[in-house]
């Protein structure tokens, strides 16, 4: 085969790649343009009316429960921080958010955590060596709990809207600058929320008990001083006359000079 020849056969090859390319970027795009549809509309507000149902059903208590939630405070970035959010909004509603089967509030969760799973493909995801950055536990109650997953979909919702791609952002550098902060703040925190109530319930009957038995001793002691005082008043002269003291002195009185 002359080079001439084998010169010959390359634009084909070469039209046929550039075919191939081209089918690839429009494929591609169409996938973009689907998975970008599909991150901006995936949060509809039924979900939104989904949480607010179990907001409504919960009964007002004052018990508190434990969770691990990002710290605000130190995550200031509101990307970052729905970013971080979102995947511990998975755990909470795996471990911590629980109904008895077959009920509307554990359907709720059910469409929740499947709802979880699709918005997955929206979020990039960091090092693993980060998960723990910018998060601390809260001692809230449950309904504290249902607010704070609610505004994490609201907001997510909203950025989603306004930019499909908006979770593909590195979050790494925010994540070191609190990942030290967060392990100090978490070990610093209170061991038990109720402990000062525990202790302010123990301690006042305490001193109610100390201070009544100190006022039992004082009007026990009060009370015998009083009965003592009468008998150190009485002198000689009120002694009965039959008394072997007054007999000795009339004795005395007899005898002769």
Excluded at 179 to 202: I, K, N, T, Y
Excluded at 225 to 231: D, K, L
Aim: aromatic share 8%; charged share 25%.
């Amino acid at each position: 085969m002359t080079a001439r020849g084998a010169a010959g056969r390359c634009p084909p090859t070469t039209w046929l790649s550039r075919l191939l390319l081209l089918v690839c970027l429009l494929v591609s795009r169409s996938i973009t343009e689907e998975v970008s549809e599909r991150c901006s509309h995936m949060i509809g507000n039924g979900h939104l009316q989904f949480l607010q149902q179990l907001i409504d059903s919960q009964m007002e208590t004052s018990c508190q429960i434990a969770f691990e939630f990002v710290d605000q405070e130190q995550l200031k970035d509101p990307v970052c921080y729905l970013k971080k959010a979102f995947l511990l909004v998975q755990d909470i509603m795996e471990d911590t958010m629980r109904f008895k089967d077959n009920t509307p509030n554990a359907n709720v969760i059910v469409t929740l955590q499947e709802l979880s799973l699709r918005l997955s493909s929206c979020f990039t995801k960091d090092y693993e060596e980060q998960d723990k950055a910018c998060v601390r536990t809260f001692h809230e109650t449950p309904l504290q709990l249902l607010e704070k997953i609610k505004n994490v979909f609201n907001e997510t919702k909203n950025l989603l809207k306004k930019d499909w791609n908006v979770f593909s952002k590195n979050c790494n550098k925010s994540f070191e600058k609190c990942s030290s902060q967060g392990h100090d703040r978490q070990q610093e925190g209170p061991s038990d929320p109720q402990l000062p109530g525990f202790v302010f319930r123990l301690l006042v009957p305490s001193i109610i008990l100390v201070l009544l038995a100190v006022g039992g001793l004082l009007f026990y002691r009060q009370r015998r001083r009083s009965h003592r005082e009468p008998q150190t008043v009485d002198s000689p002269m009120e002694r009965p006359e039959g008394s072997p003291l007054t007999q000795d002195e009339d004795r005395q009185v007899e005898l002769p000079v």
